[in-house]
């Protein structure tokens, strides 16, 4: 795996100078130091192991810096089979979470259930928080995963500073009764 280099903003360039805006730049400081928080229940959080190991090293994303604690989080990454009874569990991690913050659905149990179509298995995450990145596969390679988080850096690198507060995302949150 290569080193992970930081795209120059788009903006004016001149001998010496360069003119962006601030908008950009938060966007690729932001999307190059996400703090993770690990949300693992079963065999897809092995994967994710892999994914940190020396090998993928998930640190050239800047992100080494794991969070257990939902308030030091801003990337809920869920990977393993969600039981109807943690659903609550989930939500109540990501209400935890201060805003600006990012959902990945690790692997096919958290994003559709997976084979397990039981009563007692969530059926996806999505039924309980909003889910900004799927990621397939049973279990997904590390590879996957890795483009999973390349996903969110585009989100967050992109995201308007005002999108939290637009009528669209707070009717997003209403729709989940999240307040
Ligand atoms: S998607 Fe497959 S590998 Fe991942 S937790 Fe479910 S059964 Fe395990």
Redesign the pocket.
């Known amino acids: 795996m290569g080193i992970k280099t930081v795209e120059i903003p788009e903006g004016y360039f001149g001998e010496g100078y360069q003119l962006t805006s601030f908008e950009k730049i938060l966007g690729i400081a932001k999307s190059n130091s996400i703090w993770p928080l690990p949300f693992a229940?079963?065999?897809?959080?092995?994967?994710f192991m892999a994914t940190m190991g020396t090998n993928y090293d998930l640190a050239r994303f800047g992100m080494e810096r794991l969070s257990f604690s939902p308030r030091q989080a801003d990337l809920l990454m869920v990977?393993?089979?969600i039981a109807k009874k943690m659903g609550p569990i989930l939500k109540q991690v990501y209400t935890q979470m201060a805003e600006p913050k990012w959902v990945i659905a690790?692997?096919?149990?958290?994003?559709s259930g997976?084979?397990?179509d039981t009563y007692s298995v969530l059926q996806g995450i999505d039924k309980v928080i909003p889910v900004d990145v799927y990621v397939p596969?049973?279990?997904?390679r590390p590879e996957q995963i890795i483009d999973g988080v390349m996903r969110i850096q585009d989100l967050v690198k992109n995201e308007p500073s005002r999108r939290r507060n637009s009528p669209e995302y707070q009717h997003l949150l209403e729709k989940y009764q999240i307040g």
């Open positions: 229940t079963s065999c897809c959080g092995i994967e990977m393993g089979t690790v692997g096919a149990c958290a994003s997976g084979i397990f596969g049973c279990p997904p």
